[in-house]
Each structure stands twice: as structure tokens, then as C-alpha cells.
């Protein structure tokens, strides 16, 4: 977004803000009419001045470009939008070379996106190179299918361990509002958002070893949120990445 546009829409949400708070008809009535007048002359949408505050960012990459979206990448995802605050839509983008390639575009207030989209990035370094140091050590006999086969629990574990590591950044109630809107104008448009994933507890749960393992490592990673609103955000894995 242009500084041009920038300014002008948040001289129109002034504005529109003006006339919901005032106590002044004729303050309010001004002040959208004015609102209305901008939005004619510059030819912006109701929308569009209703979600300007929310930003998008894409992933540079994913840990899979399976077909079918791994579990793994759906907590890792979940994990994200809970260290945030922010949502996520699943997208294909299309290499020079042809090929199809998943990434993950968060969408948040106060820029936020940013960071989410560069955690995940991180994580997804860390994740890969988690998969690969567990295939090297417990999947060395193993044929093709049962090393992805346990991998994948492995990768499961791992991203649940992640999960549980975070504490949940606390999104403002008008916050959440503009954000369930904004996310309900994707749905009508057809756009792929994250489901909400919820891991459950791992007690009482016939996992298996390799989820265990993953588990136990995916916990050593900490996502830092930092103390300014969740916009400085590092994260690491135990021992440095």
C-alpha cells in the first residue's frame, strides 16, 4: 500500500470513526458525509476502509507440498496464530520452474503478519531439520513407506510439542471483531482458511514412540514474544538454530 493510499484511509476511518462515536448528530452527520465524500472521489469501498488496518504476509515456504495438508503443518499453522494473534489462508503459488509449491499467508492488525509469516518460516527450517536428524537416526533399515510413515508421527509430535511450548498472545475484542469479519469476506470469496486446530492433551493418548520423540524435541522450541504487543517475536530451538 502506497503512502498516498495509506493516508487517505486513515483520514476516512477518522472520520467514520468520528460519526459512530460522537454525540453530536451534526458532528456525525459531517464528519460522514466527509467520510463518504473521500471514498467517492479516491473510489474506495466500504470494505476496503473497513479492513485497511489488516496486513498480509506470505510464507517464503512449507513444510510439505503434499497433496493433502499434513497434520504436522496444520498444528505448526495453529501454532502460529496462537503465539500471534493472527489467521492464516493456505495458498499454491506457482515456481519459475513450473512447479507447485504451498505457502502459508497470515493476515493480522498491527503488522503482525510480518513476524507470524517469518516464525513460520523458521519453524518450518527447524521442522525439516528435525524430520531429517530422525530419519537419519531411527529410519535407517526402514523401506520408503514406513520411514515417511514414521516420520510423519514424528512431525506430528514435534508440532504438537511446539504448541504446547507457546502461551497465547491476547487479541483486543474490536481486534477479534475486524478480524472475524475480514475472515468471513474470504470464505464468501472462495479462500482457503486455516481450520482452528485445537491439539488435545497427550495424556491417556496410545501415541506412538516416534510422536513421543517428536514431542519431547518440538517442546525445546520456544517461540519469544516480546513485550512491545507481540511485535518482536524470536524463534528458537534449544541449543540455537
Not at 476502509?49 to 493433502?68: G, L, M, R
Amino acid at each position: 500500500m502506497n503512502d498516498d493510499r495509506k493516508r487517505y484511509l486513515n483520514k476516512i476511518r477518522k472520520l467514520m470513526n468520528l460519526a459512530n462515536n460522537t454525540s453530536s448528530p451534526a458532528e456525525a452527520a459531517s464528519a460522514l458525509s466527509k467520510a463518504q465524500a473521500f471514498m467517492r472521489e479516491h473510489g474506495y469501498s466500504e470494505s476496503e476502509v473497513q479492513f485497511s488496518e489488516i496486513s498480509t504476509s506470505e510464507t517464503k515456504s512449507a513444510p510439505s507440498n503434499a497433496e493433502k495438508l499434513p497434520k504436522y503443518m496444520t498444528i505448526l499453522i495453529a501454532s502460529v496464530e496462537k503465539a500471534m494473534g493472527v489467521k492464516a489462508l493456505i495458498r499454491w503459488r506457482i515456481t519459475d520452474a513450473g512447479h507447485a509449491k504451498r505457502v502459508i499467508k497470515f493476515y493480522g492488525l498491527d503488522r503482525r503478519d510480518v513476524t507470524a509469516a517469518y516464525v513460520f518460516d523458521v519453524l518450518t527450517r527447524l521442522i525439516k531439520k528435525a524430520r531429517k536428524e530422525f530419519q537419519s537416526t531411527y529410519c535407517p533399515f526402514m523401506n520408503s513407506a514406513q520411514k515417511s510413515r514414521a516420520a510423519n508421527q514424528f512431525c506430528d509430535g514435534w508440532a504438537s510439542g511446539v504448541y504446547y511450548a507457546i502461551s497465547e498472545f491476547i487479541v483486543p475484542d474490536e481486534q477479534i471483531e475486524k478480524m472475524d469479519a475480514y475472515t468471513e469476506s474470504l470464505r464468501r470469496d472462495g479462500l482457503e482458511v486455516a481450520k482452528e486446530q485445537r491439539e488435545q492433551s497427550q495424556k491417556g493418548r496410545k501415541d506412538s514412540a516416534y510422536k513421543f520423540l517428536g514431542y519431547v524435541e518440538g517442546k525445546k522450541a520456544a517461540i519469544f514474544q516480546g513485550v512491545d504487543g507481540g511485535k518482536t517475536v524470536t524463534p528458537q530451538l534449544a541449543g540455537g538454530t
